[in-house]
Nanobody, 126 residues
Framework: QVQLVESGGGLVQAGGSLRLSCAAS????????MGWFRQAPGKEREFVAA????????NYADSVKGRFTISRDNAKNTVYLQMNSLKPEDTAVYYC???????????????????WGHGTQVTVSS
């Protein structure tokens, strides 16, 4: 089983940028489709972005398209989420997750993901 640890969260002003990292251990990251999800207070955990095992295919929530970019470095066993033009509504705890069973295309349903990190807080001030 794979262990996931997120980092890179923090407090940023609206319009700013952050880069989240998700480091994997225990298993080779290239075995998994990887996703980022977020959960704001009082809301359900929602899909943000996902990337296929090779990095060829990506999928984004409409709310972050054009602002966020997911990428991966399998040699470093790390997945990234570059977040630009941040808005106050992006404030949430961000989680990375690993999907062991999807064939190729990254999935958006959190119930499809098998392993989760503990999350990193992102706060965007107005």
């Amino acid at each position: 089983q794979v262990q996931l640890v997120e980092s890179g969260g923090g407090l940023v002003q609206a319009g700013g940028s952050l880069r989240l990292s998700c480091a994997a251990s225990g298993r080779t990251l290239s075995n998994y489709i990887m996703g980022w999800f977020r959960q704001a207070p009082g809301k359900e955990r929602e899909f943000v972005a996902a990337i296929s095992r090779s990095g060829t295919f990506t999928n984004y929530a409409d709310s972050v398209k054009g602002r966020f970019t997911i990428s991966r470095d399998n040699a470093k066993n790390t997945v990234y989420l570059q977040m630009n033009s941040l808005k106050p509504e992006d404030t949430a705890v961000y989680y990375c997750a690993a999907d062991a069973t999807a064939p190729v295309t990254p999935r958006t349903d959190r119930n499809d993901y098998d392993y989760w990190g503990h999350g990193t807080q992102v706060t965007v001030s107005s």
